[in-house]
């Protein structure tokens, strides 16, 4: 099981890797797409993610599993 | 010793302008330049067949080095996108159309995007086996066959190429161990669908396997032949995108000028595009060079190059 603040640090981690900015303030609810990450940054973010996580995320797809809101409810489903 | 003496190369020179197409695929320029990296894309002819995009490859191979084409013992041609709908094989096809002497070897295999390490590996083997002195390995994968025009997902992306590289003695480069690998199960990352005849792509997946896949064997390789990354002149990674070329370079902790993207121009011309680079950096002196072809199959290979002394 992964708390909800684990998966929003992997995500701003990843976010900050991919987008290269050191400044990543996206909430919980905030689309990934809203926040300015196109259909290639998705696949890079769920990379980082999965490398900081220690997870498998083959079958999730960014922009259905869109937010850290539902990717943290996912990957729990997954990892439960 | 034989290895890559020369290298010969078509791209047609009808190009799509991908930035004309930003619109009707809700995309921008900046994902064009930035991410995919393709600009344009050659197209080939309608009526040209894949034969004849060897054609023209051979022919700029003949323009800029001596060799005769009755010397030739072995012709390779990789392509899933063969003349007609493969029978017979293209390379016999290509034969005929080179008017090379029926002594020749020829024939075809189906790889997608690992294919020139693959064909350099068995032309090598098979010349060696036979005591053949020149053959030709052919790449040529007109993906424009098989692409749907709506598909936002391969249309911006591939490109029509072919080239023809010539092994023969007193090379250029000799090719040092190599490492092979196959995931079939995850076949249907990239496919032509039977119902439609048109490509079909995951790009997720596609991007998921070269970024864990394809580094692990690149660190193999380098393992198996006793060399470190420091030692490597130069790191042709498959043209795959912009996105993934640079990710690669990254994963391996390399320096952006050492793994070139240079597919601006063409698109992913699939078993072309590792040769078309190497084409370019053929005569410039690198001690070492490493190839990295991956994709569909999914299949994945990597070999070195080592410059001769001969």
């Known amino acids: 099981m992964y708390t ?76 439960q | ?156 992306l591939f490109g029509d190429a072919a080239t023809c590289t010539l092994i023969s003695e007193q090379p250029e480069y000799i090719m040092l161990k190599s490492r092979f690998a196959t995931d079939g199960s995850a076949g249907n990352s990239i496919f032509v669908d039977k119902a439609t005849s048109l490509l079909s792509m995951k790009g997720k997946d596609i991007f998921m396997f070269s970024m864990k896949k394809v580094p692990a064997q690149i660190e193999e390789c380098l393992a198996d032949n006793s060399l470190e990354k420091e030692q490597i002149d130069i790191f042709i990674f498959h043209q795959a995108s912009k996105y993934i070329v640079d990710n690669l370079t990254k994963s391996l902790g390399l320096p952006a000028e050492k793994a070139p993207f240079l597919a601006r121009k063409t698109g992913n011309t699939v078993s072309s595009s590792i040769p078309l680079v190497l084409r370019e950096l053929l005569f410039s002196g690198y001690q070492h060079i490493l190839l990295s072809g991956f994709g569909v199959g999914l299949s994945w290979a990597t070999t070195i190059l080592k410059k001769s002394d001969e």
């Open chain 2, 1 to 156: 010793m034989i290895g890559i003496k020369a290298i010969g190369s078509y791209v047609p020179q009808n190009f799509i302008d991908n930035y004309k197409r930003v619109k009707e695929f809700e995309t921008d320029a900046s994902f064009i330049r930035d991410k995919i990296g393709f600009e344009s894309l050659s197209r080939k002819s309608q009526h040209e067949e894949t034969s004849d995009l060897c054609v023209k490859a051979f022919e700029d191979l003949l323009s800029h080095t001596g060799v005769e084409a009755g010397s030739i013992g072995c012709i390779v041609v990789c392509t899933q996108n063969p003349d007609g709908t493969g029978l017979p094989q293209t390379s016999a096809i290509l034969q005929h159309k080179l008017r090379l002497k029926d002594n020749v070897a020829a024939f075809d295999i189906s790889l997608g995007c690992s294919g020139y390490i693959y064909g350099l590996s068995i032309l090598k083997a098979f010349m060696s086996e036979n005591g053949l002195r020149k053959g030709l390995l052919f790449t040529a994968d007109p993906y424009s066959k098989v692409l749907d025009p709506a598909d936002r997902n391969t249309e911006l």
């Open chain 1, 4 to 79: 909800k603040e684990e998966v929003k640090k992997a995500v701003c981690d990843g976010l900050r890797e991919v987008l290269k900015t050191d400044d990543v303030t996206i909430g919980e609810d905030e689309t990934f797409e809203n926040y300015g990450v196109d259909s290639l940054d998705q696949m890079g973010l769920l990379l980082e993610i999965e490398k900081r996580l220690k997870v498998e995320l083959g079958e999730v797809d960014l922009s259905i599993v869109n937010t850290i809101s539902l990717l943290h409810i996912s990957i729990n489903e997954k990892y």
